[in-house]
């Protein structure tokens, strides 16, 4: 549904819905009842929204496919969820700074690095969710909703950077020993570099480099990398 593709992408840019309604030249309570489903979207305010938030008018239109596949397969993508949440946790846990916090930023390049890695070394990926090329580097688009809702996570601003912590250690990891060691190994590589550095190095892989702007980056791309490039 395009309406649950329009909050989504609004709130993985950081943007109110005043500042999108100024912006598309619309009220705040019309996107609201966009966003909500109970008003369409329009095929010029679609065009508005694809030149706002950079992502081609045809990849807005097919994510209603590919949410509502999503929507059919949500009991199987359960475990999956899981996975995601503890991936996330256990990245803070080894990936933040002697203060215990990590950039939102950065946080989201070890999430990916990981989920690609794993399928590097084992053909599966940890969570399995999609990643898209999007202006902020490659990210699963639930990423942005946990560090919003989770109560394991405290987010506070330090200047233009947003930084997670954890409020307490991670519960019983649902990984496996092999994904473990992947996370470990990959935050342990990354903890002292500073997010500008990850953000580049992830630019330069294979996967984002040929992937188009808004897609879904496929897993199989990362086995086109040379081994030292993958995380």
């Known amino acids: 549904m ?3 593709f329009i909050f989504k992408i609004r709130k993985l ?4 819905q005043d500042e999108l309604a100024k912006k598309m030249g619309i009220s705040r309570p019309t996107l609201i009842a966009i966003e909500k489903g ?13 030149k706002i938030f950079d992502v081609p008018l045809h990849i807005m239109l097919d994510e209603e496919l590919k949410i509502s596949d999503q929507l059919d397969a949500q009991n199987a993508r359960h475990k999956s969820f899981k996975k995601f949440h503890n991936l996330v946790l256990q990245c803070v846990k080894y990936g933040s700074d002697d203060d215990g916090k ?26 399995g969710f999609e990643y898209h090329r999007l ?25 233009r950077a947003m930084m ?54 496929p897993y199989e791309l990362i086995n086109m990398e040379d081994s030292q490039n993958v995380y």
């Open 135 to 159: 202006a902020q580097g490659p990210v699963a688009i639930e990423f942005f909703d946990l560090i919003d809702t989770d109560e394991s996570l405290c987010v506070e601003s330090k200047g």
């Open 38 to 50: 109970t008003r369409d979207v329009t095929l010029p305010e679609l065009k508005k929204l694809s």
């Open 102 to 127: 990590i950039t939102k930023t950065k946080l989201a390049k070890l999430v990916y690095l990981c989920d690609f890695a794993s399928y590097y070394e084992y053909l599966v990926p940890i969570s």
């Open 13 to 16: 840019n950081g943007i109110s």
């Open 164 to 217: 997670i912590s954890l409020t307490e250690n991670p519960s019983e990891s649902s990984l496996t020993a092999d994904e473990d060691v992947i996370v470990k190994k990959i935050c342990l590589k990354w903890k002292k570099k500073n997010t500008k550095e990850i953000v580049e190095f992830t630019h330069q892989q294979i996967p984002w480099a040929t992937s188009r702007v808004g897609e879904v980056i």
């Open 2 to 4: 395009i309406q649950n």
